[in-house]
């Protein structure tokens, strides 16, 4: 189990992480600035309750893939 110091740290780190995130960062910006995986940042702003935008390349319409 984790130690309450090591959880404040943790949840201090994921609210500093949205708030970039929330001011126009992308994740892949995240990753650069702390030096962190996709799957840290990823789950720090989960944590953090983050709203994550959409990736508009996958919304494009006309551009799906289908199973043949």
């Known amino acids: ?7 404040a740290y ?3 780190r994921a609210l500093a992480y ?6 126009g ?3 892949s910006e ?3 600035t702390h030096r962190a995986s996709y799957n840290t940042v990823y789950a720090l702003l989960e944590l953090a309750g ?3 935008r959409t ?4 919304a494009t319409p ?3 893939r289908t199973t043949r």
């Open 1 to 7: 189990m984790n130690s309450p110091s090591k959880s």
């Open 30 to 32: 995240l990753m650069l």
């Open 18 to 23: 949205r708030a970039e995130y929330d001011a």
């Open 10 to 12: 943790r949840l201090r």
């Open 62 to 64: 006309g551009t799906a």
């Open 55 to 58: 990736n508009h390349l996958s």
């Open 25 to 27: 960062a992308s994740i």
């Open 50 to 52: 983050t709203a994550f």
